[in-house]
């Protein structure tokens, strides 16, 4: 099973130039296993765009599934957001674009209950994740 990013996700659904990308890395993806967003992907997709009962059909038609995040991934998320602020802190410094909890509860749910995750940020996701297999998705 792998888990996709809320980038990926606008990518698509934006019309913008990223989505064949997009759109090419998940079929690729789904070729393979399932593909799902977790309860954090799916609210920040409907909050950029949205239309929930539009998206939800959107979502199932494209053939990606749900993934509830677990207790596990959670925790997790939250020493990571913890090491975040240390890190920023032992820096004296403040984020120029700071990350959120659920960039950290998104990455967790990859790390601990899927095999890999699909986003256009794999600095951040590699760097706090280790051991997260990371797939961008490449312009043609």
Do not use: W
Request: charged content about 25%; overall charge neutral; some cysteine.
């Amino acid at each position: 099973m792998i888990a996709v990013d809320t980038s990926v996700i606008v990518d698509l659904l934006g019309d913008d130039r990223h989505a064949d990308a997009a759109e090419s890395c998940l079929r690729d993806a789904m070729s393979h296993g399932p593909v799902v967003a977790c309860e954090v992907v799916v609210s920040e997709v409907v909050a950029g765009f949205g239309r929930s009962s539009q998206l939800i059909d959107t979502l199932d038609e494209m053939g990606l599934g749900f993934s509830a995040l677990e207790m596990r991934a959670a925790t997790r998320a939250g020493e990571m957001q913890r090491r975040y602020n240390e890190r920023l802190k032992a820096a004296g410094r403040r984020p120029v674009s700071p990350r959120t909890m659920p960039d950290f509860l998104i990455g967790a749910h990859a790390l601990l209950q899927c095999t890999a995750l699909i986003t256009r940020d794999p600095g951040f996701f590699r760097d706090y994740f280790k051991g997260l297999k990371v797939i961008v998705p490449k312009a043609a």
